[in-house]
């Protein structure tokens, strides 16, 4: 080993260039994977140090449609310190302006009980107080108002005190449709929108003794049970931002994913470079088997080489994965949902480095492995000579690798099972590829040569020993299919949000319409839209408690997909089948049926229940208990944006519940404004909200998750260039042979370099097509079997990532060739 160190390190001195490709590579995917890795880590510990500030407390609990009554306010009292919120959707409006939509939230004295809550310079009152209201500076942007001026909130003037210019817990309140506003309690009574059956929640943070998780979910569990069936839910600081969390988490596990696709890329460049690297190195090991070096002798000089160079290059792009979560911080942290922890994270960093450490032996193996096989004679014979399968040993070592690396990938993410089938999908595209440029090797060497010269010099460099056609394939027809399919799918979207989605929606969902009211909201809306058409239905909030017997809150866990029993939801009765939907399993009740409560749920969340016909379900309604029987399943066509519910009851005792009305107003689309106005005058607490505007919110969260997946899929196209320049460096002493045969034989350089284009103009045709079929494939499965939208590709854009592609595949071509064009045949020759 002495010997091998030295002969190793002197010859990395002199020769080490070649492995450059080889760091390149290793240095791309090591660095997306720690980076990726390294940014979500920095959110999520972010979310876990605030979720006490961003919940309000140590333990919140929550009651839909009312509040809590006195003996359950003493109780919270008991517990610690208390402040109670209470949040709904309202509108806002001015004298002849349009309404504009709040997240209004009322608070108490106490609130906030963690944090700091804090109104921007030149607010009349350090908070709101009595007829005060303090909005977001884009609602009284929209509004057009100043501080000290008058806005309509319900049946309420209320004067704007300031504008907002912190919310502790503003993140952990989750998603929200209107702008922020903040009054107190006696505001929020001075509007009178807390209405029987309207829409809203009563919030109460605790701050306990001692801040102590474990003892904020044992007082939590105390206070739901001592209350059973009132509709309480409890949950804790570190629950705080649990949705965004699996969001994050969610979304980092899919970048991941796309990095290990990098990662794959990556490892064929690893397997060019070295295998370029060892047939440069010929005479080396030939000399050194002359003089008595034994194979394994020599497989550990360049094994040695290879671990040096990995080993840099693995822990470079450890570093630059490390300062992720700084650079984007400083460059992106406004659109940031949370300013990340700025901290070195070892988990992803550690596990992005054994990632690159198994992907660069798995490809560097077969090239090892021949090069200490091969006697001297025969790699004196230079690299034609005939290559031969690795042997058994090889492939186990390469089997085990690959094991390693897959496992490693799948049991470090969130989601195992779609870890598996992304690692098992990536892994049967790149042997398809493969197989696909071995034939196409096979093929163009099988086609009648072409009587022009060019021509047939382009075609014999695709397919003569030596060529890396295969490889390329692989590696870039890797990276483009990935961003055709990013791009099916994005201007697939793209068109149900601009297009197809507003054309089939309502104008507005109304919450909040009480029953008696549905004569003059009608009145209103046809006033302003004489052709609008109203879809209107009873609503109330209640949450599924218990199935088949069991309660849901004894459920050590809950099934996969249950999203159905995540806190309350909204329902409906029914005497006939609601539009857009179709019964699959069941029957649907009689018009007139009036006996024992009969429910139909959505088929797929019955599924993810286990929930049959004749099954019993209790669902709590404003702390009553319901029991019913599952009568029908029905599939709900979801892409209507129409009023669809997975729980729908019988009519009967459940109309009982104070109930309120929600309704779809379908107007012309100029009709907006005046709808909205003219019911803000007649029914000023009822809430009006602009599909469009939530559609675009949707689109603008989809365009920044869209945003992160290309910046994570431009690691891939990369790596595939980084391929691509090392096939084009490789192939240099090809390439000069056959500039210097040409320019002896009369060609010109215009002539030598035309052919090189040819060359690669073919290849990057090739690509174009690979990118098509399998991007275009992948998208299209996606976008018509996973979204379940319809197939809207806007194929300029795919044309558009096509001709970029194939432009910069010729460009890299034919300017690494131009150093070829430079070569003096008589110095070309005597080396050759």
Not at 114 to 139: E, F, H, K, Q, S
Not at 342 to 349: E, F, G, K
Not at 472 to 485: D, K, N, P, R
């Amino acid at each position: 080993m002495n010997i091998a160190w030295r002969l190793a390190l002197r010859d990395l001195r002199r020769g080490g260039r070649g492995l450059l490709l080889l760091a390149l590579c290793l240095f791309l995917g090591t660095a997306a994977l720690a980076g990726i890795g390294s940014l979500s880590a920095s959110l999520l510990a972010a979310l876990d140090d605030q979720g006490r500030q961003m919940l309000g407390g140590d333990l919140e609990l929550t009651v839909s449609q009312r509040r809590a009554t006195v003996e359950e306010a003493a109780a919270f009292a008991g517990a610690g310190r208390v402040a109670e919120t209470v949040s709904l959707r309202a509108m806002a409006s001015v004298r002849g302006g349009a309404p504009v939509l709040l997240d209004l939230r009322g608070v108490d004295a106490g609130w906030p009980l963690v944090g700091d809550a804090r109104l921007a310079a030149g607010a009349l009152a350090p908070r709101p107080r009595g007829d005060g209201i303090a909005l977001a500076p884009v609602a009284a942007a929209r509004l057009g108002v100043r501080v000290g001026d008058r806005i309509k909130v319900g049946a309420a003037e209320l004067r704007l005190v300031g504008l907002i210019a912190q919310e502790p817990d503003r993140l952990g309140a989750g998603f929200a449709l209107g702008a922020p506003a903040l009054v107190n309690m006696a505001g929020l009574d001075a509007t009178r929108l807390l209405q029987p059956g309207s829409l809203y929640e009563s919030h109460y943070r605790l701050v306990l003794p001692r801040a102590d998780p474990a003892r904020a979910e044992a007082t939590g569990d105390r206070l739901v049970r001592r209350f059973a069936g009132a509709g309480w839910s409890a949950r804790t600081s570190a629950q705080a931002a649990g949705g965004l969390k699996r969001g994050i988490a969610q979304l980092g596990q899919f970048l991941l994913l796309v990095g290990l696709s990098a990662l794959a890329i990556a490892g064929v460049g690893v397997g060019s470079g070295v295998a370029a690297y060892l047939a440069g190195k010929t005479r080396i090991i030939a000399t050194l088997k002359v003089l008595g070096a034994r194979s394994g002798t020599i497989a550990a000089i360049f094994l040695l080489q290879l671990g040096l160079v990995a080993a840099g290059a693995i822990l470079a792009g450890v570093a630059l994965g490390a300062l992720v979560p700084w650079i984007v911080a400083g460059m992106a942290g406004s659109a940031l949902p949370v300013a990340p922890r700025l901290a070195l994270y070892p988990v992803p960093l550690a596990t992005a480095a054994l990632l690159g450490l198994f992907a660069g032996l798995l490809f560097a193996l077969p090239a090892l492995a021949r090069a200490r096989a091969v006697p001297a004679a025969t790699l004196l014979r230079d690299a034609l000579a005939t290559r031969r399968l690795p042997g058994a040993a090889v492939l186990g070592g390469m089997a085990a690798l690959l094991a390693a690396l897959i496992g490693l990938a799948v049991l470090t993410a969130t989601d195992r099972l779609l870890a598996l089938q992304f690692v098992a999908a990536v892994t049967v595209l790149v042997v398809l590829l493969w197989l696909v440029g071995i034939a196409l090797r096979w093929l163009l060497a099988r086609l009648p040569r072409p009587r022009a010269p060019l021509l047939r010099l382009a075609l014999a460099n695709l397919h003569r020993p030596g060529a890396q056609t295969d490889r390329l394939v692989v590696a870039l027809g890797l990276g483009f299919s990935l961003f055709v399919a990013l791009a099916v799918i994005d201007t697939s979207l793209s068109a149900e949000l601009a297009g197809a989605a507003p054309a089939k929606a309502q104008r507005f969902f109304t919450i909040d319409l009480q029953p008696e009211d549905a004569g003059r909201f009608r009145a209103a809306v046809a006033a302003a839209a004489p052709d609008a058409r109203i879809e209107a239905v009873p609503s109330l909030r209640g949450s599924i408690v218990a199935l088949k017997g069991q309660r849901v809150a004894e459920m050590k866990t809950l099934p996969a997909g249950a999203w159905v029993l995540r806190g309350d939801r909204t329902l409906t009765w029914s005497a006939g089948m609601p539009p857009r939907n179709t019964v699959v399993a069941g029957r649907w009740w009689p018009a007139d049926y009036r006996g024992p409560p009969l429910v139909s749920l959505e088929d797929r969340a019955a599924e993810a229940l286990g929930l049959r016909i004749g099954d019993s379900i209790v669902v709590s309604v404003l702390g009553v208990d319901v029991p019913a029987r599952i009568a029908a399943l029905r599939h709900i066509d979801w892409s209507g944006l129409g009023l669809n519910f997975a729980i729908v009851f019988s009519p009967g005792y459940i109309e009982e519940a104070p109930h309120s009305l929600l309704a779809s107003v379908y107007a012309p689309p100029g009709r907006d404004a005046a709808v909205a106005r003219r019911v803000a005058d007649a029914l000023p607490s009822v809430t009006m909200i602009r599909v469009g505007d939530v559609i675009g919110q949707i689109g603008a969260v989809l365009g920044q998750v869209a945003v992160a997946i290309r910046a994570a899929a431009a690691v891939t196209i990369a790596a595939g260039i980084v391929v691509l320049i090392g096939a084009v460096a490789a192939a240099e002493r090809t390439r000069r042979y056959d500039a210097v045969i040409l320019k002896l034989l009369g060609g010109t350089a215009r002539q030598v370099l035309a052919a090189q284009a040819i060359e690669y103009a073919l290849l990057s045709l090739v690509l174009a097509t690979v990118a098509l079929l399998v991007g275009g494939g992948g998208g299209w499965f996606v976008v018509v079997h996973v979204f379940a939208l319809p197939w809207a590709s806007n194929w300029s854009v795919v044309a558009l990532t096509l001709l970029a592609a194939t432009a910069m595949t010729l460009g890299i071509g034919v300017i690494g060739s131009l150093p070829a064009l430079r070569a003096k045949p008589a110095t070309t020759l005597r080396e050759l």
